[in-house]
Nanobody, 123 residues
Framework: QVQLVESGGGSVQSGGSLRLSCAVS????????MGWFRQAPGKEREGVAL???????RYSSSVAGRFTISRDHGKNTLYLQMNSLKPEDTAMYYC?????????????????WGQGTQVTVSS
């Protein structure tokens, strides 16, 4: 049973930084691609960052250059470092996992999800 537990969300002013964490249990971790997705009220869930098997990374155009996805294989933890935050980054952030390689920001490709952590950026 794969379990994902996010933490690190909160409220921050525009221009600030947050680091989200996602603790992963119940899977081999190395054999999984993982991603961070977000969903704002009234909007569809969108992908913001991916890290594949082999640790290649991909970012959406809205966060490229500001967010960094990484993972610590020893701690089975996924991270999202978010810098230069903007009010439009306000959303519930979810980590997700899928077995094997993935390069698409398609939520339906990911079978495992955390419960989400709220990020609120004020202007």
């Amino acid at each position: 049973q794969v379990q994902l537990v996010e933490s690190g969300g909160g409220s921050v002013q525009s221009g600030g930084s947050l680091r989200l964490s996602c603790a992963v249990s119940g899977n081999p971790f190395r054999g999984y691609s993982m991603g961070w997705f977000r969903q704002a009220p009234g909007k569809e869930r969108e992908g913001v960052a991916l890290i594949t098997v082999g640790d290649s990374t991909r970012y959406s155009s809205s966060v490229a250059g500001r967010f960094t996805i990484s993972r610590d294989h020893g701690k089975n933890t996924l991270y999202l470092q978010m810098n230069s935050l903007k009010p439009e980054d306000t959303a519930m952030y979810y980590c997700a996992a899928r077995e094997g390689w993935s390069w698409q920001f398609n939520p339906s490709d990911f079978g495992y999800w955390g419960q989400g952590t709220q990020v609120t950026v004020s202007s």
